[in-house]
T-cell receptor, first 116, second 114 residues
């Protein structure tokens, strides 16, 4: 079974500081990995995805993530936080299910708090 | 390009009632999946449909059901509501449901059971 662990349910940073949100996964096969962001009262939006091409993946809004197979990690970073980055962030890994489609397993989410 | 539309956005029901939620996917997307989001359990997969067929189902009781129509629109139904069914129900669509397909989510239907 696949699982996703996001370390830290809350991360607090100052505006302009580095953002680091941690994600570790377990998977028996090469995974498809995603980061999504959820703003209040909205659904999830894709930030970036890893599909076995480049290990460093660039996403929207200045975010990027690095796939490290040896560490089974896919941490999300942004060099300089903006107030508008305050949101809930979810890491997800997909698995091939019995019905032939891919089902995502989501981490519990990390709430990013940005202080002025 | 219109996004994923979920209706209703908010609803309040009492225990024992049933509820039907609707999801209109992005045009051309044939896979629709549903998720339950709660503070305690996070995001849990409910089921996934493709071309009117349920391909996969999560670990939820039979009170949770769904269907997909020929135009890819989907509905989910929860019968005999319980307090624990209070949650944000999210629908997502993708082109085919393959591994690298990005899910596009709707804004959700927030269900409160009293």
């Amino acid at each position: 079974a696949q699982s996703v662990t996001q370390l830290g349910s809350h991360v607090s940073v100052s505006e302009g500081a580095l953002v680091l949100l941690r994600c570790n996964y377990s998977s028996s096969v090469p995974p498809y990995l995603f980061w999504y962001v959820q703003y209040p009262n909205q659904g999830l939006q894709l930030l970036l995805k890893y599909t076995s091409a480049a290990t460093l993946v660039k996403g929207i809004n200045g975010f990027e993530a690095e796939f490290k197979k040896s560490e089974t990690s896919f941490h999300l970073t942004k060099p300089s936080a903006h107030m508008s980055d305050a949101a809930e962030y979810f890491c997800a890994v997909t698995r091939l299910a019995s019905g032939g489609s891919y089902i995502p397993t989501f981490g519990r989410g990390t709430s990013l708090i940005v202080h002025p | 390009k219109a996004g994923v539309t979920q209706t209703p956005r908010y609803l309040i029901k009492t225990r024992g009632q049933q509820v039907t939620l609707s999801c209109s996917p992005i045009s051309g997307h044939r896979s629709v999946s549903w998720y339950q989001q709660t503070p305690g359990q996070g995001l849990q997969f409910l089921f996934e449909y493709f071309s009117e067929t349920q391909r996969n189902k999560g670990n939820f009781p039979g009170r949770f059901s769904g269907r997909q129509f020929s135009n890819s629109r989907s509905e989910m139904n929860v019968s005999t509501l319980e307090l624990g069914d209070s949650a944000l129900y999210l629908c997502a669509s993708s082109f085919s449901g393959t591994g690298a397909n990005v899910l596009t989510f709707g804004a959700g239907s927030r269900l409160t059971v009293l």
